[in-house]
């Protein structure tokens, strides 16, 4: 069995040689606990990723071992481990370990048995079962994005631009859009990152990308989903109908009694369901107000597709206002709803979205507040531009 794995790890890594370039999860994870996990939405990057670390790492070649589950059929983890250690092996990535049943006790029992460190991915959706084995406090999480505007930008033109901290942007921004403007014009690249650049396997092929995209959600939904949630296959239409759904939605019209019954379900807590399997599989975002319980059963106040190229993968017309909501909630994390305003985050800065002609009137007087302008290369106070949010990571 090692021997086969070891063919495909090389088979692999010839292949990952051709791609250069080294996001930002480089830089911000660091691979110091004995077990890793690196989950994200499919088509992120984390194979990629992993297969960089591997060529990467110092540590000789037999030593180090990678492979995903979907591409062997294994009967234990926990025996591939033992005999990768007892040949001297030191580290082992297991990709896609979500379509290993019960691999949180695998992991376990590799973890406290033996000398080896190990490092897996799966889906952004994958639950650790604590009722199976206790990986809370033995595993570090690591979630991955899609690309940022920033990576984007780097991808294209082969030049380097600086993180951004939020920070940075809320009281530096009109010299950070300045110094950005003496490098590059954001707005010819904009509309394309927008509609193609949230995926990395644009880069290995541009033609059909939507196409491509709207197969991988579908892969997610009737795959990914099924392999981490009690559903049934009837639903998985009703998954695929809400998506379609979001598009004639506007984010702050959203009504749960309508979506119901265009899905024809009888009960709230179905729908709850559906929206919270589609949110942890990055495939929606469910925003909710601040004060409401984090359960699945409490009310989103906003509901959008995840990303903008899924806008326009999935519906046939995209409303700006939309689009802009949407590439903020993409690029920030912590985000909560809020009275005036659009977006809260962090629990301190309240967040208003539009275009160039966009007023501080539905936020005037409000504290921590600021405008986030879309169309505009570069802000005056507490109004910003809103393509530099896209140099947070």
């Known amino acids: ?82 005999e990768f250690e007892k040949v001297g092996g030191e580290l082992l990535i297991i ?25 897996f991915s ?26 940022s505007f920033r990576e984007f930008l780097e991808f294209k033109t082969s030049k380097k631009f600086k993180v951004f901290s939020l920070d940075d942007i809320l009281h530096n921004h009109t010299q950070l859009a300045n110094d950005l403007l003496e490098e590059i014009k954001p707005y010819k690249y904009f509309k394309e990152y927008l509609t193609y650049g949230y995926y990395p396997f644009y880069f290995e092929s541009d033609e059909d990308y939507l196409l491509k995209l709207s197969q991988t959600i579908n892969t997610v939904i009737e795959v990914d989903i099924p392999s981490i949630f009690p559903i049934e296959y009837k639903n998985i239409i009703n998954l695929k109908k809400l998506v379609k759904l979001l598009c004639t939605s506007k984010p702050f019209k959203v009504n749960l009694q309508e979506l119901m019954k265009r899905m024809e379900l009888n009960d709230y807590k ?28 409490s009310k989103p106040d906003k509901l959008y597709l995840n990303n903008t190229n899924l806008l326009f993968a999935y519906c046939q017309n995209s409303e700006i206002g939309t689009l802009r909501e949407i590439f903020f909630t993409t690029m920030l994390d ?60």
């Open 95 to 119: 990709d896609e370990i979500h379509k290993y049943h019960n691999f949180e006790i695998e992991l376990k029992k590799i973890y406290d048995i033996l000398d080896i460190k190990v490092i």
């Open 334 to 393: 912590n985000i909560t709803t809020v009275n005036k305003g659009d977006f809260l985050v962090n629990e301190k800065y309240i967040f208003e979205i539009g275009g160039k002609n966009k007023t501080f009137k539905q936020i005037k007087d409000t504290k921590n507040s600021y405008v986030c302008a879309d169309d505009i290369e570069v802000g005056f106070k507490n109004k910003i531009p809103l393509y530099l949010f896209g140099f947070l990571y």
């Open 270 to 297: 179905s729908l709850y369901r559906f929206i919270d399997y589609l949110h942890k599989a990055k495939i929606i975002t469910a925003i909710k107000a601040p004060a409401r319980s984090d359960t699945i059963f």
């Open 122 to 147: 799966g889906s952004s959706a994958l639950q650790l079962d604590h009722s199976k084995a206790d990986l809370s406090r033995r595993a570090v999480i690591h979630y991955v994005k899609g690309l």
């Open 1 to 82: 069995m090692l021997d086969t794995i070891f063919e495909y790890q090389q088979a692999y890594l010839r292949k990952v040689k051709r791609y250069a370039y080294k996001r930002y999860m480089h830089q911000s994870i660091q691979f110091t606990n004995r077990l890793t996990g690196i989950l994200g939405a499919r088509g992120v990057g984390k194979t990629t990723f992993l297969l960089q670390y591997l060529l990467d790492v110092a540590i000789a070649d037999d030593k180090k071992l990678y492979f995903s589950v979907d591409n062997f059929e294994i009967a234990s983890l926990f025996d591939v481990a033992k």
